[in-house]
């Protein structure tokens, strides 16, 4: 069972960037997808997730600048993210969860983490 995210890198502020998280192994249909970052001295923080019926919910912070989708015939998530700013800068994770949750955006209902993909935004 594995996921691996793609597709971070270096922006300037203001620019775009559109993860991948690619699933391996998994019924990936079966499973609600989220994304998470973590900043370098921060917490990890819950940007949105996407149900099996491709409902997206996002963290109010995250809402309007970053856009969840999935491909299942892919087993490919996406995150895109635009009007990057510097305080974006972090370690972008997906993750898998068949668990029942109260709060969809709660990290610890997720089972199945990638190993992360690194987003800088600089000038």
């Known amino acids: 069972l594995q996921l691996v995210e793609s597709g971070g890198g270096l922006v300037q502020p203001g620019g775009s960037l559109r993860l991948s998280c690619v699933a391996s192994?998994?019924?990936?249909?079966?499973?609600?997808i989220a994304w998470f970052r973590q900043a370098p001295g921060k917490e990890r923080e819950a940007i949105s997730c996407?149900?099996?019926?491709?409902?997206?919910y996002y963290a109010n912070s995250m809402k309007g600048r970053f856009t969840i989708a999935r491909d299942n015939a892919k087993n490919t998530a996406y995150l895109h993210m635009s009007s990057l700013k510097p305080e974006d800068t972090a370690v972008y994770y997906c993750?898998?969860?068949?668990?029942?949750?109260?709060?969809?955006?709660?990290?610890?209902?997720?089972?199945?983490w990638g190993q992360g993909t690194h987003v800088t935004v600089s000038s």
């Open positions: 993750a898998l969860s068949q668990n029942l949750a109260k709060d969809l955006l709660d990290p610890f209902w997720y089972d199945y």
């Open positions: 996407i149900t099996t019926d491709e409902k997206t």
């Open positions: 192994e998994f019924s990936f249909e079966d499973y609600r």
